[in-house]
């Protein structure tokens, strides 16, 4: 599965947008990306997953680039509750089924 | 909304003792996974397990290690002789089949529990 690249942390003003930005220049056409979060020491919990178009659930929305290396996630009004430690994974079809975790973004929502 | 229940929230055992960790996976999913994460550490893949049978395991997951669905609703990670080292939070998830047919997993989201605290003394 491709390597995910995010930066290591990130702040956000409570009401507004947070945009979280995921490299993953070395995927292929049938990974999915997908993104996680972990709020302090719970479970990670599913936020969203893309192939290429772009996708929108109640929880946030993900922008992936027409040539597939990046993408963002978003959050579009951002409260305190969200923040967390996001994760960025591409997961193959056809391939492992294991999501492999990397540092992830630490989003830090400010009142 | 369901959800993927583990029990206990946090385990305390002697080093040499053995363990086991229970999880509630969502009614309808049918794929299953052991996660961990050594505190400060990253979150890391150890099993998973489908049709009565593991499917993949990582370097991790050696011989004290075991997992098994003893009835319709938990599934379980044993490890048989703890050490201090597999003191971790320990995260089951689970997944349903895709809808597009046998053998695809993996375009259908994991669902995580909250995890059980294992302490090795």
């Known amino acids: 599965d491709a390597k995910t690249t995010q930066p290591p942390s990130m702040d956000c003003a409570e009401g507004r947008a947070a945009n979280l930005p995921c490299n993953h220049s070395?995927?292929?056409?049938?990974?999915?990306v997908y993104w996680y979060r972990q709020i302090h020491s719970q479970g990670p919990q599913y936020i969203i997953h893309?192939?290429?178009n772009n996708e929108t659930n109640e929880m946030a929305s993900l922008i992936i680039t027409e040539d597939r290396k990046s993408s963002t996630l978003i959050l579009p009004h951002a409260t305190l509750r969200d923040t967390a430690v996001y994760y960025c994974?591409?997961?193959?079809?056809?391939?492992?089924?294991?999501?492999?975790f990397g540092k992830g973004t630490k989003l830090t929502v400010n009142p | 909304e369901p959800e993927v229940t583990q029990t206990p929230s946090h385990q305390v055992t002697q080093m040499g003792q053995e363990v086991i960790l229970r999880c509630v996976p969502i009614?309808?999913?049918?794929?299953f996974y052991w996660y961990r994460q050594i505190l400060g550490q990253k979150v890391e893949f150890l099993v998973s397990?489908?049709?009565?049978?593991?499917?993949?395991k990582s370097e991790i997951f050696d011989d004290q290690f075991s997992v098994e669905r003893p009835d319709g609703s938990n599934f379980t990670l044993k490890i048989r002789s703890t050490k201090l080292e597999d003191s971790a939070m320990y995260f089951c998830?689970?997944?349903?089949?895709?809808?597009?047919?046998?053998?695809?997993?993996?375009?259908?989201?994991?669902?995580f529990g909250d995890g059980t605290r294992l302490s090795i003394l």
């Open positions: 998830a689970s997944s349903k089949r895709s809808s597009l047919g046998p053998g695809w997993p993996y375009n259908q989201p994991q669902h």
């Open positions: 070395t995927i292929s056409g049938n990974e999915y």
């Open positions: 009614s309808n999913h049918l794929y």
């Open positions: 397990f489908y049709n009565n049978e593991i499917s993949e």
């Open positions: 893309g192939l290429k």
């Open positions: 994974i591409a997961l193959s079809q056809g391939g492992s089924e294991k999501l492999v």
